[in-house]
C-alpha cells in the first residue's frame, strides 16, 4: 500500500494480542514533505515494522527501512540518489505521560489508543542521511558531480587575491600562529 499521510500511522494498538505483528508500507516524497525543512525531496522505501507486544505494557518495535532517496548535492546542487538500509529497535512502555527514558525507549502515555510511527520513520531515515550529501563517486573513484557546476565555482572561486591579482597583505601580528599549521 501506498500511504503517504501521517495519519495513516497511527497504529491503534489496543485489541491487538500479544506476539508479533507486521506492517508494511510504501513511503514516497509526499511523506517527508509535510515535515518542515526536510532534506528530501524524493523517496523510494519500503518499510517494515515488526511489532512485537509483548505483554499489555511494553512493546518493542523493529523498524527495517530500505530504498532510496533524492537528495541535493551540497557541491554542485544536482540531485542524486542516496541508498539507505535503516535497522532500528524502539522498547515502548505504557505510563501516564510521554518520557524519552533512552535512545530506543520512550514511556507512551496509556491514554492514547494510537502509537505515532510517522515521526520514528521520519527520524531514523533523516538521521541515515550523511551530514555531507555529495555525490558518490563512479565504479572508477571518479567524481559524479555536475562538471560544469564545478567548473563554475572554480571561476568564482577567491584565493586570497586582491582585484589587482596580486596576494593581500597580512597582519604582522597574525603571522606567527602559521607556524602553528607546520
Given at each position: 500500500m501506498n500511504f503517504n499521510t501521517k495519519e495513516t500511522y497511527k497504529l491503534n494498538?489496543?485489541?491487538?494480542?500479544?506476539?508479533?505483528?507486521?506492517?508494511?508500507?510504501?513511503l514516497k516524497g509526499e511523506f517527508f514533505q509535510q515535515f518542515e525543512k526536510s532534506a528530501i525531496e524524493n523517496a523510494s522505501l519500503e518499510v517494515k515494522i515488526l511489532?512485537?507486544?509483548?505483554?499489555?505494557?511494553?512493546f518493542e518495535l523493529e523498524f527495517d527501512i530500505s530504498g532510496e532517496l533524492m537528495l541535493q548535492c551540497d557541491r554542485c546542487?544536482?540531485?542524486?540518489?542516496?541508498?539507505?538500509?535503516?535497522?532500528?529497535?524502539?522498547?515502548?512502555?505504557?505510563g501516564a505521560k510521554y518520557i524519552e527514558e533512552a535512545e530506543n525507549s520512550i514511556v507512551w502515555p496509556e491514554s492514547k489508543a494510537q502509537l505515532d510511527l510517522a515521526s520514528?520513520?521520519?527520524?531514523?531515515?533523516?538521521?541515515?542521511i550523511p551530514f555531507q550529501k555529495v555525490h558518490p563517486l563512479d565504479e572508477n573513484g571518479m567524481d559524479t558531480?555536475?562538471?560544469?557546476?564545478?567548473?563554475?565555482?572554480?571561476?568564482?572561486?577567491?584565493e586570497n587575491q586582491n582585484n589587482n591579482g596580486k596576494e593581500d597583505e597580512t597582519d604582522p601580528r597574525w603571522?606567527?600562529?602559521?607556524?602553528?599549521l607546520n
Open positions: 494498538y489496543n485489541g491487538l494480542p500479544v506476539g508479533i505483528h507486521v506492517f508494511e508500507y510504501q511489532f512485537n507486544i509483548k505483554n499489555e505494557r511494553l546542487l544536482d540531485t542524486f540518489v542516496q541508498n539507505i538500509d535503516i535497522n532500528e529497535v524502539l522498547f515502548v512502555k505504557l520514528h520513520i521520519y527520524d531514523y531515515v533523516e538521521l541515515s558531480c555536475n562538471i560544469e557546476m564545478l567548473e563554475k565555482l572554480d571561476e568564482y572561486l577567491i603571522d606567527k600562529l602559521k607556524d602553528f
